[in-house]
Structure formats: structure tokens, C-alpha cells
């Protein structure tokens, strides 16, 4: 009997280890310097280049994770003074307070983003009462669009999360895999491979996705012939690496992203790109580690700006779900591309964060609203109807 309760102990405390190690990137380690190793080219368009049809097919929405403006003009001086970014005119604010917090997580960050909903702290796709709340990529789906999520954390993660799946707790990881079997989502491309296939009920869901017509890849570069149909990458067995290890799988996964969907037989699609681990640097209080991924987010955003300048029929939105760690630039050198943070926190802030816009329907995100306007303004100008929204 001491021997079963001993295991049975050591199995919940492997099993709690496991649930934290989604969660260790909160340890404070303070590092207020950065200079960029190598700056990235930016494409900054002319006013004829930009041809843009009334209205918008796609949407491509980027989250930083934890960007603030702060963290944005950290990683403008690392590039020399200026990024893809500022290519994108039409600019507001976000209020990020969630439905039971000033201070918002994540989990309530995504959802107020992905269902126009404030929800209490840890709500994945539910609203405070625990009430399914749909969001604009189950939208984008019953509306004949293409779908797709890309992370550079574990794609059962808040962020991409609370945009296809419905469950109380954010570190429901397993239940939040289970979820992507009950839709028809395109495309994802990130970490978290363990929650698909070791899970506690036995289920296999690389094997489900198999059968449901996905190819499945574990690498983006293995996936590089693969241009349309149905496409799952799971890029790591937990969280990806950092941007110093994790090559240029953002900008890869963005651009296979967009290639796969485009090519699908859909009216247009969604696609939600998040930079996860801006946040990630918030946390630790390290400028290096914020600054380096808020530079790999605007290599991926470069390529998703090209598209749509092509395209002339997308509308890209760059926002946060949340601002961390207090975050200021002190001092800086654009010339060397240095940067001196200040942080005030290890946690995330109440104070709000910029929305950018590119493409037909940009000009919509001018001014200072909540986060939930984000998803109605997306409902509005993908032109669904009020009516056949969830009551
Ligand atoms: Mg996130
Ligand atoms: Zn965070």
C-alpha cells in the first residue's frame, strides 16, 4: 500500500513537473544589454507599390506576446532605426484588461483577441461563466476560409490556443490537443508534440491526424515540397528554442503558412502568427533574449507584408496580448544596434499595447479601444454577418 501511494506521489509529481516545465521560462534573470549580432534587411515599400482592393479575403494577425512599445523600439535601435514594422501606417492601442484582472494573461489576452470576449485569467475560449465563447478562426472556418496557427512556443499554448480550442484552464495542454481534432484547421506549425501523442488517455493524435488527411512533419524544413493540402508540424516535443537556436523556423513556418493556405480551395483565409517568447524575455528581464525575438517576428512579418503586397487582398495586424516586464529602453545606439533595457517587473502590466495594421481595412484600427474590438473589427471587415454570430 506505502509502495502504490509512494508511485502513485512520484507519478503526480512527474506529471505536475511536466505541466511546470511549459512554464519555467518565468524565472528572473536579470540582463538590461543587447547588441544585435547581425541586422536584418527591411523592405520598406513606396505609396505606388501599395494597391490594396477594398476589402480584405485574408488576415494575417501577428501576436507578439508580451510586446509593448518598449519592446518594439528595442527592436528598432538593435536594427539600426528601423524594421518591417514600419511599413504598417495605420497604428492605435489596445486595452488589455482582462474580465477579472487588470493585468491580464494570455489565456484571456488570446481570447479577448480570438472571440471578442474578457474572460478571467487562464480562460482558454470560454467566458467567465465557462461558456464556449467561438473565435474568429472557427468563424473564418464556417465561412469557407482556409485556417492557421504558427508558434514559437508549444502550439497547445494560451496564445494559439484560445483560438481554436475551448477548455477552463490554460495548462490543460493534452485537452487542448484533443481540441484541434474537432476542427478543420489547415495549418499549424509549432512546438508541442508530447500533448499529441504522450497523453494520458492512450490516444495517439498524429495517428488521428494522419487519418484525418493531415501530413504530419516534425521539422519545417522536412515539409519544404509540401505546398498545399493539409498540414500539421510539430517542431518540437515541448516549446521551441529560443531565437538564438531556433534558426529561422518563424519566418519558414510563416511563409509555409501562407503558401498552403493561398493554395487551398477556400474563399480567403485566417492565419494567426504569434512570437511567443517576447514574452518569455519579459519575464526574465533580459533585453538580448526580448530583443532577439522581437527581430525574428519582423523577419516572419516581412514575409507576410510581401504576400499581401502582392496579394492586394490582405489585411496584416501586428498586436500584443499583453505587455511584460515593465519594460523601458533607457539607452541605445541605432548605429551599433544596441540597446539598454530597464524592466520593472518579472509579470505582466495593465498598461496598453500598439496595434498595426497593413492592407485593405487598416485604417479601422486607428485610436484607443479594447482588445475584444480587435476580433470585431476582423469579424466586420471579413464581412460575416451579425446574425449568424454565437449567442
Ligand atoms: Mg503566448
Ligand atoms: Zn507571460
Given at each position: 500500500m ?7 506521489l ?9 505541466a511546470?516545465?511549459q ?37 494575417i ?28 501606417k ?27 470576449t474578457k ?20 468563424y473564418?472556418?464556417?465561412n ?10 508549444a ?47 492512450g490516444r ?6 494522419n ?18 493540402g493539409?498540414l500539421?508540424?510539430?517542431?518540437a ?17 510563416t ?7 493561398d ?5 480567403g ?81 495593465g ?6 495594421a ?34
Amino acid at each position: 500500500m506505502k509502495r502504490l501511494l509512494k508511485l502513485t506521489l512520484g507519478l503526480i509529481i512527474m506529471a505536475n513537473v511536466t505541466a511546470n516545465a511549459q512554464e519555467d521560462y518565468k524565472t528572473v534573470h536579470t540582463k538590461n544589454e543587447y547588441t544585435v549580432e547581425k541586422k536584418h534587411p527591411v523592405k520598406i515599400y513606396t505609396e505606388d507599390e501599395l494597391r490594396f482592393k477594398k476589402r480584405p479575403k485574408n488576415i494575417i494577425l501577428f501576436i507578439g506576446d508580451g510586446m509593448g512599445v518598449a519592446q518594439v523600439f528595442s527592436g528598432i535601435t538593435a536594427n539600426g532605426g528601423m524594421l518591417n514594422l514600419q511599413n504598417m501606417k495605420t497604428i492605435g492601442f489596445s486595452k488589455t484588461q482582462s474580465g477579472d484582472n487588470y493585468v491580464t494573461d494570455s489565456a484571456a489576452g488570446g481570447t479577448a483577441l480570438s472571440a471578442g470576449t474578457k474572460t478571467y485569467n487562464g480562460a482558454i475560449g470560454v467566458d467567465v461563466d465557462g461558456n464556449q465563447v467561438t473565435s474568429i478562426l472557427e468563424y473564418a472556418e464556417r465561412n469557407d476560409k482556409a485556417t492557421g496557427l504558427v508558434s514559437t512556443s508549444a502550439i497547445t499554448h494560451a496564445t494559439p490556443a484560445s483560438f481554436i480550442a475551448h477548455q477552463p484552464q490554460r495548462d490543460m495542454y493534452e485537452e487542448i490537443a484533443a481540441d484541434f481534432m474537432k476542427t478543420d484547421i489547415d495549418v499549424f506549425i509549432g512546438g508541442g508534440a508530447d500533448f499529441f501523442t504522450k497523453r494520458v488517455d492512450g490516444r495517439n493524435l498524429v495517428l488521428e491526424l494522419n487519418e484525418k488527411g493531415y501530413k504530419v512533419g516534425y521539422n519545417v524544413d522536412d515539409v519544404a515540397a509540401y505546398s498545399s493540402g493539409k498540414l500539421a508540424v510539430l517542431t518540437a516535443v515541448g516549446h521551441n528554442a529560443g531565437y538564438r537556436d531556433r534558426g529561422e523556423m518563424l519566418t519558414k513556418s510563416t511563409s509555409k503558412a501562407i503558401e498552403v493556405l493561398d493554395n487551398a480551395d477556400s474563399k480567403g483565409f485566417f492565419l494567426m502568427v504569434e512570437g511567443s517568447q517576447i514574452d518569455w524575455g519579459g519575464h526574465q528581464n533580459d533585453a538580448s533574449y526580448v530583443t532577439g525575438e522581437v527581430l525574428d517576428m519582423d523577419k516572419a512579418l516581412a514575409k507576410a507584408l510581401e504576400f499581401a503586397v502582392e496579394d492586394r487582398r490582405t489585411l496584416v495586424i501586428v498586436t500584443a496580448d499583453h505587455e511584460t516586464g515593465g519594460m523601458t529602453v533607457e539607452n541605445g545606439d541605432m548605429q551599433k544596434g544596441y540597446v539598454k533595457a530597464g524592466f520593472t517587473t518579472g509579470h505582466h502590466t495593465g498598461i496598453m499595447v500598439p496595434v498595426f495594421a497593413f492592407g485593405p481595412g487598416a485604417e479601422e484600427f486607428q485610436g484607443i479601444y479594447e482588445n475584444t474590438e480587435i476580433f470585431e473589427k476582423m469579424y466586420k471587415l471579413f464581412r460575416f454577418k451579425e446574425a449568424d454570430k454565437d449567442k
